[in-house]
């Protein structure tokens, strides 16, 4: 039985040893990692990513599979619900480093499985949220340089996107205001504004194109 991390990175700000360090620090012992580089999660299902494929070729009853969270999977709510039932009916264990999430077709109580499958739902939905709402941000930030781009934008972000990855991460795990500041070198202020509204974090980043 291994345990192998599925990692997707789709633009030059993510980083495949940040995924990989971020679960074996929540103590996962991976003996695997299959990446794919620069692949969208929304227009590419899993099983048409190159290494996508090799995944569901790799993975046998038994194995675990590990990601960063569901996104990595997919951004598209019905690929990443799909997916995670398809590796469950094939006795996967489908584990999340971000809320330590566990997802497997063990129990056969009905309740139990339609509480496993509302979570399931309701994080692929979320992810699909979180892609539509990077889009929209993305195309303001077209819109802001057509037009009057310093009155449009607003006040420039103090954080970049990789900054932004780094303080939800944090969040996501429970890390407190004030570490997230040391960490990140971002005011305690700025942290609890983006913890707030994470939404409006990345729209921001979109408006200035960053």
Do not use: C
Request: charged letters at 25%.
């Amino acid at each position: 039985m291994s345990t192998i991390l599925y990692a997707r990175v789709s633009t030059i700000d993510q980083n495949i040893d940040h995924q990989r360090s971020q679960a074996e620090t929540a103590g996962f012992v991976i003996d695997e990692v299959i990446a794919d580089h620069g692949v969208s999660g929304v227009s590419t299902k899993l099983a048409d990513r190159p290494q996508g494929k090799r995944l569901f070729d790799r993975l046998r009853h038994g194995d675990t599979l590990v990601v960063r969270w569901v996104d990595r999977l997919g951004r598209n709510y019905q690929d990443v619900t799909d997916t995670i039932r398809h590796f469950m009916r094939q006795g996967v264990v489908v584990q999340t480093v971000i809320n330590n999430m566990t997802f497997d077709g063990a129990t056969t109580d009905p309740m139990q499985q339609a509480v496993r499958d509302a979570l399931i739902a309701f994080m692929a939905a979320t992810a699909q949220a979180q892609a539509e709402a990077t889009k929209e941000a993305q195309r303001a930030g077209i819109e802001a340089r057509k037009g009057d781009a310093e009155r449009y934008r607003g006040k420039k972000p103090s954080y970049d996107r990789k900054g932004l990855v780094v303080v939800t991460d944090m969040l996501a795990t429970g890390a407190g205001a004030s570490a997230i500041s040391k960490a990140t070198g971002l005011t305690r202020q700025t942290v609890l504004r983006i913890k707030a509204d994470q939404a409006g974090a990345e729209k921001a980043l979109g408006k200035w194109g960053m």
